[in-house]
Each structure stands twice: as C-alpha cells, then as structure tokens.
C-alpha cells in the first residue's frame, strides 16, 4: 500500500518585490504550518520523505513540517510549482518504490484537480490544509484516476 500526504502550503504574504515565486510565509502562514504540522505528529502521520515546489512559500512550508517530525530535509522539486494535476501525477509515479508514504507539498489550483483526479472527491483546500489518500498498489506508477482514498482531512480553523 502506498500513502500519499497532499499539503497545501500555508498562507504567504499577498506579494513579493521579486515576484509569485519568491512569496514568503506571512505570520499567519508560519503559525498554519506549525499548527499543521503538531497535528499530523499528534495523529501519528509521519511520511517518510517530503517533496516540495522549489517556491520559497512551499519550501517553508516543508520545512517546518520536516522540523516539527524530525524528517530530512525536503526534497525541492521544480515541476510541482504551478503544475496541472497531470504534471504532478507524473511526478508521483515517479517517486521511489523504497517509500511506501510520501507527502508532497504542492499550490492550488493544482492540488485541488490532483486530489479530485485521485479520489473522485472534492474538498476544500485552503491554505495549510492536508490530505492523506491512501493507494492499494505496491508501486507509485500505478496510481492513477480514482485509485485513492482519503483516510485523513484536516484544513486551519476559518475565522470570521
């Protein structure tokens, strides 16, 4: 069985001077990934290998979560910033045989698309939000459309 962690990174600041792609955290966004991150070691979801967007906002995001369950560091992965859920399935079944749980840390509107392209379900997906599907299939290029299940769901607390 294969266990796939899909994460939205935490909210970032509005802009950056050097463009999308540099986009930091914002305060809201660190304490997002923190409280995530306290969550997925309390529930006991610890993958053994994060891949993340090369974006400074999902670098972070991975970071603090790698730091938090005491993991590597993340491993960045340049095709996962802005891509279609295609592009980010081709990436999945790419990853190693030797991990059977793997979180990738990825950007809407891609994640979103990836998780309703993987389970046939559609969920919120709001910044910091994390999802654990589950694959029965031995091998990461054989998960494909509607092969997933959610097993785990959680998304920050939505104040007024």
């Known amino acids: 069985m294969k ?3 899909l994460v939205r990174h935490a909210t970032a600041q509005s802009e950056s001077a050097n463009g999308d792609f540099d986009r930091a955290l914002s305060n809201k966004g660190i304490n997002e990934a923190t409280e995530l991150a306290q969550k997925l070691k309390n529930n006991k979801i610890i993958p053994q290998l994060v891949v993340a967007s090369s974006s400074l906002r999902t670098q972070t ?4 979560i790698t730091n938090v369950l005491q993991l590597p560091k993340p491993q960045l992965n340049t095709a996962i910033y802005e891509a279609s859920e295609q592009t980010l399935l081709k990436a999945i079944n790419a990853f190693a045989d030797t991990n059977d749980f793997t979180a990738m840390v990825g950007h809407n509107p891609g994640i979103s698309y990836l998780l309703f392209t993987l389970t046939g379900e559609i969920r919120d997906v709001p910044p910091g939000t994390a999802i654990l599907i589950t694959f029965d299939v031995n091998e990461w290029n054989a998960v ?3 092969s997933g299940t959610i097993v785990y769901y959680t998304a920050p607390e939505q104040t007024a």
Not at 61 to 64: E, L
């Open 144 to 146: 494909s459309s509607n």
């Open 61 to 64: 995001t991975a970071g603090i």
């Open 3 to 5: 266990k796939l962690l």
